[in-house]
């Protein structure tokens, strides 16, 4: 899934749900499921979410949504292989971009 989100320093939980198709309840919960979901809490307890957390929510949505992982398998997942897991997502992500390039300047033709 490639994600389309203007470069900002936080995102709120709406734009990310939003970005990713989802609730934001679901968001709350891999929140609470997940450590590496950290974002920062204004006063009014509305959460910030920086680009690091995003790329987190895309890697536990790809191993949840896209790859059928459970819960605890992707924690597992994440803990075990975490930098095998995020260099083969970053090559998916960068491979996903191309292909929508292409097809971008397929489409001009």
């Known amino acids: ?20 198709n989802v609730n934001t309840s679901l968001i709350r919960f891999w929140e609470k499921e ?17 680009p690091q957390d995003v790329k987190n929510l895309q890697l536990i949505y790809h191993l949840v949504k896209e790859r059928g992982f459970t819960l605890e398998g992707a924690k597992t997942h994440l803990k075990e ?6 260099s083969k997502f ?14 971008k300047i397929k489409n001009q033709l």
């Open 34 to 50: 997940f450590d590496v979901l950290q974002p920062k809490k204004n006063a009014k307890g509305n959460r910030k979410f920086t």
């Open 1 to 20: 899934m490639h994600i389309e989100l203007p470069e900002k320093r936080y995102y709120g939980i709406g734009e990310i749900a939003k970005a990713f």
């Open 90 to 103: 970053d090559i998916i992500h960068k491979l996903e971009g191309i292909k929508a390039e292409l097809v």
């Open 81 to 86: 292989n975490k930098s095998q897991t995020l």
